[in-house]
């Protein structure tokens, strides 16, 4: 089993930058992928980004140049850089975990951001 918590959700003007982390803890793999999806109101749950054990990151197109994706391996962590934020970035983000691609996923409890025009 593992668990994800998040932090660094709230309220910020459109422009402004917010800082998520996702802790993971358990029966962590050797290798594996963490990342962050989004949830607005209405509409299904996408990704954002993610990162592998081996540094590779991948981006949704909407945030690409606004937000970084990063990695604490030794902590288990991972981290999501927004920058620019926009009222359309306004969602529930979900941390998630998968130690292979055939794995299922683990998911965060989710944290709030709310950007205002």
């Known amino acids: 089993q593992v668990q994800l918590v998040e932090s660094g959700g709230g309220l910020v003007h459109a422009g402004g930058s917010l800082r998520l982390s996702c802790a993971a803890s358990?029966?962590?793999?050797?290798?594996?992928?963490m990342g962050w999806h989004r949830q607005a109101p209405g509409e299904q749950r996408d990704l954002v980004a993610a990162?592998?054990?081996?540094?590779?990151?991948n981006y949704a197109d909407s945030v690409k140049g606004r937000f970084t994706i990063s990695r604490d391996s030794a902590k288990n962590t991972v981290y999501l850089q927004m920058n620019s934020l926009k009222p359309e970035d306004t969602a529930v983000y979900f941390c998630?975990?998968?130690?292979?691609?055939?794995?299922?996923?683990?998911w965060g409890t989710g944290t709030l951001v709310t950007v205002s025009s």
């Open positions: 990162t592998t054990d081996g540094g590779t990151t």
């Open positions: 358990g029966t962590i793999a050797s290798f594996y992928t």
């Open positions: 998630y975990y998968r130690a292979g691609v055939s794995a299922r996923y683990y």
